[in-house]
């Protein structure tokens, strides 16, 4: 299947600091990106679609202002969380499409903000 | 109501056992079904893909949609305690421009050595 690879898979930060997740498709290009979070024990919750180009679509309830996407590239998505505090400790995932209807995940990014 | 259900479970079943994973979908514009299995803090691995109603296997793995009922369901036979993780069902449905993914909650499943 097709690979995606996210950067770095831990991450533990101060309260307030910036951090930045990357998001690669290895073989393939994908016009679109999603960005999930997913807290324990619960499924995953789309934050942002991401077309390459544009700006990404953010469903209701995600601060556009704090979850910062860019998606320069067919192959590479980021995400910045902006001044991040602990109630904002998850694992993200990545996901691309190779086929309009179907996604592929990256291995995920946990983030722990002390 | 949510679009897609399924039972959280936990499902505990035997080594060897045949698994049945279920879930159900409300929505008849829904036209393409998926199952992927996720590990602890690992991101979800795509494992079945369908479009159609009917069954359709890979291995020791059948995905059966019923559309008439819309009803989806994931089969393994010959279970290994290596199965042991959290099953999502999914939907993809055009919306806003893009196919997004319709989630159930995830289905853990331990399987017993």
């Known amino acids: 299947g097709a690979v995606v690879s996210q950067h770095p898979s831990w991450v533990i930060c101060k309260s307030g600091t910036s951090v930045k997740i990357e998001c690669r498709s290895l073989?393939?290009?994908?016009?679109?990106m999603f960005w999930y979070r997913q807290f324990p024990k619960q499924s995953l919750m789309l934050m942002a679609t991401s077309n390459e180009g544009s700006k990404a679509t953010y469903e209701q309830g995600v601060e556009k202002d704090k979850f910062l996407i860019n998606h320069a590239s067919l192959t590479l998505s980021t995400l910045t969380v902006t001044s991040a505090h602990p109630e904002d400790s998850s694992f993200y995932i990545c996901s691309a499409n190779i086929k309009v209807d179907t996604q592929y995940f990256g291995p995920g990014t946990r983030l722990t903000v002390l | 109501q949510k679009e897609v259900e399924q039972d959280p479970g936990p499902l505990s079943v035997p080594e060897g056992a045949i698994v049945s994973l279920n879930c159900t979908y409300s929505n008849s514009a829904f036209q393409y079904f998926m199952w992927y299995r996720q590990y602890s803090r690992k991101g979800p691995e795509l494992l079945m893909y369908t479009y159609s109603s009917g069954n359709k296997e890979d291995g020791r793995f059948t995905a059966q949609v019923d559309k008439s009922s819309k009803y989806i369901s994931l089969f393994i036979r010959d279970s290994q305690p290596s199965d042991s993780a959290t099953y999502l069902c999914a939907s993809s449905v055009f919306m806003d421009s893009n196919y997004q993914l319709i989630w159930g909650a995830g289905t853990k499943l331990i399987i017993k050595p």
């Open positions: 073989d393939f290009q994908a016009t679109t």
